[in-house]
T-cell receptor, first 108, second 113 residues
């Protein structure tokens, strides 16, 4: 069956680093998305990994291991505005299967 | 980047009425659009895949007669919640893909009284 797992909540202080892990099991896999979602708003695109390895984009980096069914999103130099829910989503035959989201709380 | 417009952003309706939600791709053509539903503090759940010029593909457990989807043009898909009931109250979001990226509309908060 399909399964996307990520932690429910993580708390970190401003300026710190937080790593959000995501494991997935899907029938068919094209790539792994990460989205940021603030409460009551639509998700915004952060990254899309197709190949194994780390992709860095400013303060945010995303990693994928297809053989392990594992990805992580790394948030560096945390800012208060980074407090949000972070969703991983597996692209399976053109459809996205979302995890439940990880609520990141950034404290001063 | 690509823009997806969703309308209305919020709607309150009486039980038994129908509500139509529009999703438009503003600067690109989208042969496929997706409709999601999200309950508070839960993940987005794919409801259906909307295909231009053909019938929508519904996910298991989603009633096709209740959630009518029409994708009449390459830039517009509509979701009509028919005979809405309080349990249909939710955040509905559409999305459209351009290349490998998926762009979301701003969402519609539906409240059924």
């Amino acid at each position: 069956g399909q399964n996307i797992d990520q932690p429910t909540e993580m708390t970190a202080t401003e300026g710190a680093i937080v790593q959000i892990n995501c494991t997935y099991q899907t029938s068919g896999f094209n790539g792994l998305f990460w989205y940021q979602q603030h409460a009551g708003e639509a998700p915004t695109f952060l990254s899309y990994n197709v190949l194994d390895g780390l992709e860095e984009k400013g303060r945010f980096s995303s990693f994928l291991s297809r053989s392990k069914g594992y990805s992580y999103l790394l948030l560096k130099e945390l800012q208060m505005k980074d407090s949000a829910s972070y969703l991983c989503a597996a692209d399976s035959w053109g459809k996205l299967q979302f995890g439940a989201g990880t609520q990141v709380v950034v404290t001063p | 980047g690509a823009v997806v417009s969703q309308h209305p952003s919020r709607v309150i309706c009486k039980s038994g009425t129908s509500v139509k939600i529009e999703c438009r791709s503003l600067d690109f053509q989208a042969t496929t659009m997706f409709w999601y539903r999200q309950f508070p503090k839960q993940s987005l759940m794919l409801m259906a895949t909307s295909n231009e010029g053909s019938k929508a593909t519904y996910e298991q457990g989603v009633e096709k007669d209740k959630f009518l989807i029409n994708h009449a043009s390459l830039t517009l898909s509509t979701l009509t919640v028919t005979s809405a009931h309080p349990e249909d109250s939710s955040f509905y979001i559409c999305s459209a893909s351009e290349g490998e990226k998926l762009f979301f509309g701003s969402g519609t908060q539906l409240s059924v009284l």
